[in-house]
Nanobody, 115 residues
């Protein structure tokens, strides 16, 4: 089981980025998956989650209305579309899945929001 994030970078406030999480060793459609982030000096926090099968989503209050989590079952990938980015969104973003009770994290992708 492996998850690999990509798509981070430097963006100006108000801009957009789309993060990708390539999954291997399991099928994204049958597992709940999440995006977390960790800003410098802060604890890792849940940003967004998508349930298995039905695809219901949940977001932290700080990103609701600006971020959208989705998955592509054909590409076996998870995405996070981030719009109206703010400097406080600066963090390393991680893809997460719990597979048969074992948590798996990617190495993360850095998002920096700055002018």
């Amino acid at each position: 089981v492996q998850v690999v994030e990509s798509g981070g970078g430097l963006v100006q406030p108000g801009g957009s980025l789309r993060l990708s999480c390539a999954a291997s060793g399991f099928t994204v459609s049958v597992h709940e998956m999440s995006w977390y982030r960790q800003a410098p000096g802060k604890e890792r926090e849940l940003v967004a989650a998508i349930s298995r099968a039905g695809g219901s989503t949940d977001y932290s209050a700080s990103v609701k209305g600006r971020f959208t989590i989705s998955r592509d079952n054909v590409k076996n990938a998870l995405y996070l579309q981030m719009n109206s980015l703010k400097p406080e969104d600066t963090a390393v973003y991680y893809c997460y899945v719990r597979f048969w009770g074992t948590p798996y994290w990617g190495k993360g992708t850095l998002v920096t929001v700055s002018s």
